[in-house]
């Protein structure tokens, strides 16, 4: 008790300071507001790649989907370091995150400047197809070299953007976590709305350069106002400071290393990664498949505002739906468990990316199945993550999240390739591709045992990470003395089993699922163990 009235007051005392700040609506609001702008301008490049291949690229499919295949190669080399060192900089999150934002539009500027050297560009969509009507068609290599350089700084800058920004919704609501996560993937998804429609209309008035370059001076003015408002997001929760010593890079990648054990771990991450290498391939070639093969680009100078305008309208169908089932999806996860959504939404993705085949040459049928896709195609993302953090230790959760960035980016890397190559030979093979791709997701998953949620107590502040796990702040200044504790209740707490850290993955586990109580006492004796 005196430990507890020795905290009091300076916590008060930051509460005052940090004012409204430090609420639950301004902190998800804020988060999910960014999250919005790296998703809205990521989205709105996957309309224009069409006329990206036809203007610049001399129409190679392959060189049009390699500008992803550079994004998530960047993305990846930062996101395992740039997990752990996120972690270790934690008092610094406000100062990372407005570096990111401002990197970010400026890789977006880099990439309109690539368009720009297209000669007779100009900022109409009219003047430049005359201007370029008679071009031998060949890759313009100096456009070709901007484009992927400055998709790599977007690509390193959004990958390290969240980072801080998830792992601080994830700690500071640990027993809503999946809903929480949810609702800041809602965000990314009004960006993914919101961006490919306005980008088809643009379209028919401006240069798909012209438009980026409107685009990226966005976030560079942003970054001012992020830094304001999360400038000190990492600092001071519930006295945690003063329980656990203060985290060094030493004490991250010994943090990681136990991380590298936990079997559970790598098959989410597995998971994660096949279901980034579904959506990246299927994302990067659907606008060249509606364009090509709907018909849904300029023809002629004619129908040029309809055609623009349905296929950023069918981009941005993919992810309405989801701005509503996404945060059902992650409350129904959170509720009665990981898996219990996951499988059923991935099987769903599966059989309707499967009839999109034969039933996709439509613009009516292209629609339908586009709806009905955007139901799962973003819910089960944050799911995933939630999965990952129920079974992680406190203080790893960056690096966790870098952990599963780059195993995702590892499998996502060539996947815009192979499907640009399939599609080269036949274009129904994208969505046969993607579907196995979903079929080897549901099969890894279905075997992998998962915790439950605690669910959230009856008037929890926005703090939940209180009682996290009730056990994860077990490690802290005595804990092996609390990992020897929780040992012997565990064992005594009706056959829960050991960590899967130690080989022998939820032992006596009857239904597949753990109660979060005992996941966190879990931790505290696997780390008691391998210390």
């Not at 600092?235 to 990681?256: F, K, L, N, V, Y």
């Not at 279901?275 to 659907?286: C, Q």
Request: aromatic letters at 8%; glycine letters at 14%; charged letters at 15%.
């Amino acid at each position: 008790m005196a430990h507890a009235h020795h905290h009091h007051t300076p916590l008060q005392v930051n509460e005052e300071h940090r004012g409204f700040r430090r609420g639950a609506a301004f902190i998800i609001g804020g988060l999910t507001s960014g999250h919005g702008v790296f998703h809205w301008l990521t989205q709105s490049f996957i309309v224009v790649l069409p006329e990206v291949r036809d203007l610049l690229l001399g129409g190679s499919v392959i060189a049009t989907t390699s500008i992803q295949t550079t994004r998530e190669i960047a993305s990846g080399v930062v996101s395992l370091p740039g997990g752990v060192l996120t972690d270790a900089l934690r008092k610094h999150w406000g100062w990372v995150m407005a570096v990111c934002m401002a990197l970010f539009g400026v890789g977006w500027i880099l990439m309109a400047a690539g368009g720009w050297t297209v000669p007779g560009s100009a900022w109409l969509t009219a003047e430049q197809s005359a201007a370029t009507a008679d071009a031998s068609g060949e890759l313009n290599v100096l456009g070709y070299i901007l484009l992927l350089f400055g998709m790599a700084v977007v690509g390193m800058a959004a990958s390290f953007w969240h980072l801080p920004a998830v792992a601080a919704l994830s700690t500071q609501f640990s027993h809503r976590r999946a809903s929480v996560l949810s609702f800041h993937g809602v965000g990314g998804n009004v960006g993914d709305v919101i961006g490919p429609v306005l980008t088809g209309l643009l379209l028919s008035v401006l240069t798909w350069q012209g438009i980026i370059t409107i685009y990226g001076a966005v976030p560079v003015f942003l970054a001012f106002l992020v830094f304001w408002a999360f400038r000190d997001i990492g600092q001071h929760r519930h006295g945690e400071e003063q329980e656990r010593p203060a985290s060094t890079m030493r004490h991250q990648i010994d943090e990681t290393k136990i991380l590298m054990h936990n079997g559970r771990m790598w098959g989410i991450t597995a998971v994660a990664g096949l279901r980034g290498m579904a959506y990246i391939g299927f994302i990067t070639v659907l606008p060249l498949y509606l364009a090509d093969e709907l018909g849904l680009k300029l023809q002629d100078g004619e129908g040029g505002f309809e055609n623009l305008f349905y296929r950023g309208s069918l981009i941005g169908l993919l992810v309405l739906v989801g701005i509503f089932a996404s945060p059902i999806m992650g409350y129904l996860s959170d509720r009665f468990g990981r898996k219990l959504v996951l499988i059923p939404g991935m099987a769903v993705l599966a059989v309707l990316t499967f009839l999109m085949a034969s039933l996709g040459d439509t613009l009516t049928g292209m629609t339908i199945l586009l709806a009905g896709l955007g139901l799962f195609l973003y819910s089960d993302q944050p799911i995933l993550t939630a999965s990952a953090m129920d079974i992680v230790r406190e203080g790893t959760a960056a690096t966790t999240l870098g952990l599963m960035s780059t195993s995702r980016f590892i499998f996502s890397a060539i996947s815009p390739l192979i499907a640009g190559a399939l599609y080269t030979i036949n274009p129904d093979n994208l969505f046969y591709y993607t579907t196995a791709l979903y079929l080897a997701a549901i099969a890894i998953l279905f075997f992998i045992r998962l915790p439950r949620a605690v669910p959230a107590q009856a008037g929890d502040g926005h703090h939940d990470q209180g009682s996290q796990g009730h056990g994860r702040h077990d490690h802290g200044n005595d804990e092996h003395a609390h990992a020897a504790h929780e040992s012997g209740t565990q064992q005594s707490s009706g056959g829960h089993g050991h960590d899967d850290d130690h080989g022998h993955e939820d032992g006596g586990l009857g239904q597949g699922e753990e109660h979060g109580h005992d996941h966190g006492q879990e931790q505290g004796h696997g780390h008691g163990q391998r210390d």
